[in-house]
């Protein structure tokens, strides 16, 4: 909140606002708001031309030093106007913590159907090469039989794992993490994808699953790729405060995975993380949904964001020693 006069000069305001716009309120007050750094000019506009009397107005989406904000502007008198912002960014992440929470539950929907109609087919296959291979007993045959039993058990083991990843936690960097997914991504891919680096030297280790989080960023790092992008950029970076809504938690790890590809295609973007959905004739459409799900197992979130080229994906991972995962309905 910020208590203004006419002429817009500042004359009371709370922490709330310090950190709307990130200005102390000992250099703030008898300064005029128009001289605040990165003041959005929709805002300046609209006090220029508040019109006397009583009056309230609402701007949405004003990009402030802090952050997202929606704004209400509200004449309290003939000389005071107040200013109230209403965080975007907090309201964007809860959203987005519930549409994961739909999105990780279709998947283990999927899963125990997948298995009823596939586990039921796959005994009989598997008895089938059992009775071939204690009739044959020896032979090229009876070798043919047992690999069907040995594929068909680990067919079976795949779906009872399927959308339930089992983590084995340690605590972990997250840079030889992503140096072995860039290795892995440069031995895979036939044309060269030029990859920048911005990485916050400060990091904290983390508690997760070594295997499961390169998976998810060799995956991004992958679809960055075969989308046709020339040129990654991945950024690191340390969130704390509400970032993930969570009480009690340190803060998160931000991995940002940016390209300059053609961009996810308007129709999927709101089912990018769904389950067979998938812009390529030959993608599975498994790879964000098994990835924002191994994120949710981690307590944290993987996000997609459209650029005006290319896309940018987030994945955020909680840190700190009072770690633990996100519950359904852990919303703060």
């Known amino acids: 909140m910020v208590s203004i006069e006419r002429s817009g000069r500042i004359g009371l305001m709370n922490s709330a606002a310090e950190n709307c716009m990130l200005i102390s309120r000992d250099r703030a007050c008898g300064r005029s708001i128009f001289d605040v750094p990165e003041m959005p000019l929709e805002l300046q506009e609209a006090l220029r031309a508040l019109p006397e009397g009583r009056h309230g107005v609402r ?9 997202l904000f929606d704004c209400t502007i509200q004449t309290i008198s003939h000389d ?15 959203l987005r913590l519930q549409q994961r929470e739909l999105q990780t539950g279709m998947l283990e929907l999927l899963s125990r ?4 109609e596939v586990r039921n087919p796959l005994g009989g296959i598997r008895g089938a090469a059992q009775m071939l291979a204690d009739e044959l007993e020896t032979g090229e045959l009876s070798t043919l039989a047992r690999l069907i039993m040995r594929e068909s058990d680990r067919i079976d083991e795949l779906i009872q794992r399927f959308g339930q990843p ?4 340690e605590e972990l960097d997250l840079y030889p993490l992503l140096d ?8 895979e891919s036939r044309e060269a994808v030029q990859v920048e680096r911005d990485y916050d030297p400060s990091l904290p280790a983390l508690s997760g699953d070594r295997v499961a989080i390169r998976r998810v960023i060799l995956n991004l790092l992958r679809n960055a790729s075969q989308a046709g992008a020339s040129r990654v950029w991945i950024k690191t970076r340390v969130e704390h405060g509400t970032a993930m809504l969570q009480s009690g938690k340190s803060g998160v790890i931000r991995l940002d995975v940016t390209d300059d590809g053609p961009g996810v295609p308007e129709s999927l973007r709101s089912l990018l ?24 197992a981690h307590g944290g979130l993987l996000t997609f964001e459209p650029l005006q080229q290319g896309s940018r994906f987030s994945l955020y991972l909680p840190f700190g020693n009072d770690y633990a995962p996100l519950e ?3 919303l703060h």
């Open 273 to 296: 993380f769904l389950p067979f959905v998938t812009g390529r004739r030959d993608g599975t459409g498994l790879g964000l949904a098994l990835s924002q799900q191994i994120a949710s």
């Open 166 to 169: 089992e983590l084995e936690r």
């Open 80 to 94: 005071r106007v107040l200013l109230e912002f209403h965080n975007l960014e907090r309201e964007k992440m809860r």
């Open 113 to 116: 159907n997948m298995g009823h």
């Open 180 to 187: 072995e997914a860039l290795t892995l991504l440069t031995a």
């Open 328 to 330: 359904k309905g852990e």
């Open 59 to 67: 701007l949405h989406e004003l990009r402030l030093a802090g952050g």
